[in-house]
């Protein structure tokens, strides 16, 4: 029996992409690498959306930050425009009723292609000049939206929408942890952040060191260029690049041998 494909999303996001990997008959394990956690203060979020209608544009991150938003939105506003960076965050939006149907969507022209990078790349920036643009995100995260935006001649305001925390390694997620290690577990990992938290994680567990050895031997698989870097520094020595979407994650899985 093959090591458990663990899935380590936040768990909204896990529970899904796990039911599909168990479909295809491979054990499963379940490993919130992130918390999604609500800001201690939603006053500077809630005053920016009130005023949403003022806005050209409003780029949203990930699913997270469209779920989080949406607590203080009650209706979109008409003429307000969308991007987004892949398909995922494209079904959030509809979840909440924004549809092409309702509001111009903007996103990656490929959906193998779910980041900022290939969202910048579909979008006419030059009509960006004078807009007023906002992007809501977590705490933290890349400047490289709200730079290409400005670089446009955008009038960009960045909001917070939530916080993304490695989870504190109590005794039950190290036991989790260290059995998982034992199993030959295959990761699938979306977030370089949630590598770096992992990686983290096991450094707390007795013995360590050799752990984090057995941890950089067990097999990556990963949806972007930026994570595989991440796990190369990282001293991991198997690693499968996809592409994003969820499909090519389990394509991915389908095809070992």
Do not use: C
């Amino acid at each position: 029996m093959p090591g458990p494909v663990v899935i380590t999303r936040p768990l909204a996001q896990a529970q899904p992409l796990a039911a599909r990997v168990a479909a295809l008959g491979l054990p499963v394990a379940i490993l919130p690498l992130l918390e999604i956690a609500p800001l201690p203060d939603s006053a500077p979020l809630q005053a920016v959306l009130a005023r949403l209608a003022q806005f050209d544009l409003v780029a949203f991150v990930s699913p997270n930050a469209i779920d989080a938003a949406f607590a203080h939105i009650p209706a979109w506003p008409a003429g307000v425009a969308v991007a987004v960076v892949g398909e995922g965050s494209k079904l959030a939006l509809a979840a909440h009723g924004v549809t092409d149907a309702t509001a111009r969507i903007h996103m990656p022209a490929d959906s193998a292609h779910s980041d900022t990078e290939h969202l910048l790349a579909a979008m006419d920036l030059q009509a960006l000049h004078g807009a007023r643009v906002l992007i809501v995100r977590g705490e933290s995260g890349r400047e490289l939206m709200g730079d290409a935006f400005r670089a446009a001649g955008a009038d960009v305001t960045v909001v917070a929408a939530y916080r993304r925390q490695v989870p504190a390694l109590t005794a039950a997620l190290a036991r989790q942890l260290t059995s998982l290690l034992s199993g030959g577990a295959t990761w699938l990992i979306t977030s370089s952040e949630a590598l770096r938290g992992l990686v983290g994680l096991v450094r707390q567990l007795p013995d360590s060191d050799a752990l984090v050895a057995i941890l950089q031997q067990q097999e990556l698989i990963v949806p972007h260029a930026r994570i595989a870097e991440t796990a190369t520094l990282l001293g991991f020595h198997s690693i499968t690049q996809t592409g994003s979407g969820d499909e090519r994650l389990l394509a991915a899985l389908q095809s070992r041998p």
